[in-house]
């Protein structure tokens, strides 16, 4: 998906089987853009030449570069507020001279892509990687308009196209960072402006379309900060309609889903509600069967799951699922993974799921497990290669990354004490019939950021 945007226009030049391989991974527009393509090939080899060498220079002039999905960004960047693009002198001198028109007008006649309207232009656009828009929306107004608008998520969302991106803080950190496996590079967030309460207390994250909510507790009490990934800036609420702490979460397409936990006041909780990014607004749901806190959440067979916790009579093995046609709960005896030493501090259950299947990481033992659900039982698929039993399941970060797993945290053989060490990222695409998971090692941070993972979050966009 990162080059096939630039090899787009070079295989027009060769046999028309060519161009259909490279429109097979564009989906539902492949149609559009071949016939808009075909446009431009039909043109003369003039009007192709400039299709390819007229996108974007450095003065504002088009090249290839940001089409392609060449690597733009340096290891590890700022993601503040888009710049406004750099006037060339020469034209500008031109522009005084002559009497002509202003930049306005001129961004407004530019075309995103020489020899292409703008619909098929915006498809093309939307396939180019995620990494790249920074570089991309500072070519001219026209780009920097088209950044502000969020359209290009839009369009992304339609055609099923998204990009798994970690949103991360950890110890030693003040601000949040942003990780894209691809190519593995970091980014910083804008700060969070919250207040001192806030910033030293326990938070959660969850992530909904664009959006990446933490919630914590400021001095008025529990609040959610709302990071934008269209306007890059933070934003105060929406709050919950019962705001709460400590309970389960999980996102499916745009939306996201709460369910249990506790209460501002301290009261155990069964209610449920779930976040719409476009409308901005949280809906209530239907309660569980049951109160409960420390619980985990995850998305599988395109219903919401809520697993284990802490109830009204103590620790909870039964798991509950949410239909949203029949607008009921049902609940799973057993589903709870089992293996936890001493369930009082361990954390809540570390769960994911990887090609709708399910599987946990048992911290007491630094297992991986998959869940069998034709039976209701949990099989080892061997050890994880971080030490997520040092701190009984806190301070690691166990994620669904599309088709794959997501773990990260502490080497196991960096010490027998992981304070002083950075964390590593990994990554495995596990098969439930297999006997061992194996591990994909992405990169090891480290320098001021250190073992423990405070919040992470996946945005897939």
């Not at 060519?18 to 097979?24: M, T, Y």
């Not at 930049?103 to 020489?114: E, F, G, K, L, V």
């Not at 498809?123 to 107004?141: D, M, P, Q, V």
Request: aromatic share 10%; glycine share 10%.
């Amino acid at each position: 998906m990162v080059e096939n945007t630039g090899r787009l226009f070079s295989a027009m030049e060769g046999q028309d089987q060519d161009v259909e391989q490279e429109l097979a991974s564009f989906g539902p527009s492949k149609k559009k853009l071949k016939n808009g393509l075909n446009g431009i090939y039909e043109n003369g080899d003039s009007t192709r030449k400039d299709c390819r060498t007229t996108n974007c220079n450095s003065n504002g002039e088009a090249t290839t570069q940001v089409v392609a999905g060449a690597s733009l960004i340096e290891e590890e960047s700022d993601t503040g507020p888009i710049k406004e693009p750099v006037k060339n002198s020469d034209v500008e001198e031109n522009e005084e001279s002559s009497g002509g028109s202003n930049d306005q007008s001129q961004d407004a006649d530019y075309s995103y892509m020489p020899g292409l309207n703008d619909e098929l232009a915006l498809l093309c656009l939307a396939h180019t990687s995620r990494a790249e828009y920074g570089k991309l929306f500072s070519i001219n107004k026209k780009y920097l308009a088209l950044a502000r608008s969020g359209e290009l998520y839009k369009i992304r969302r339609k055609e099923a196209i998204a990009e798994q991106w970690v949103y991360m803080l950890a110890s030693g950190q003040f601000e949040w960072r942003a990780f894209d496996p691809f190519s593995r590079r970091w980014s910083r967030l804008p700060n969070l402006p919250s207040d001192s309460c806030f910033a030293s207390s326990d938070k959660e994250s969850l992530c909904a379309g664009t959006q990446l909510l933490v919630l914590g507790r400021e001095i008025e009490g529990l609040v959610i900060w709302r990071y934008d990934l269209v306007t890059n800036k933070w934003y105060k609420g929406p709050a919950m309609l019962t705001p709460r702490c400590l309970y389960a979460s999980a996102s499916c397409g745009s939306f996201a889903f709460v369910a249990g936990g506790i209460s501002a006041t301290g009261e155990l909780l069964n209610c449920a509600e779930r976040y719409d990014p476009d409308s901005q607004r949280w809906e209530p749901l239907p309660n569980m069967n049951k109160k409960r806190k420390l619980c985990s959440g995850c998305y599988m067979d395109g219903k919401f799951y809520v697993i284990g916790g802490t109830g009204e009579e103590g620790e909870l093995t039964c798991g509950e699922v949410y239909d949203s046609e029949r607008k009921t709960w049902d609940l799973i005896q057993n589903m709870k993974p089992s293996g936890s030493r001493n369930p009082i501090s361990q954390a809540p259950p570390l769960i994911a799921v990887a090609n709708n299947e399910l599987y946990a990481l048992e911290a007491s033992m630094n297992q991986l497990k998959v869940y069998m659900k034709r039976t209701n039982r949990w099989r080892v698929l061997g050890e994880v290669p971080v030490r997520a039993d040092f701190n009984s399941g806190w301070g690691v970060a166990f994620k669904s990354l599309g088709n794959e797993l997501l773990l990260i945290g502490g080497d196991r053989d960096a010490s027998q004490s992981m304070y002083g060490y950075g964390i590593s990222i990994y990554t495995s695409r596990p098969d439930p019939n297999v006997p061992e998971a194996v591990w994909r090692f992405l990169t090891r941070v480290g320098g001021s950021i250190g073992p423990f993972v405070f919040n992470c979050a996946i945005m897939a966009t």
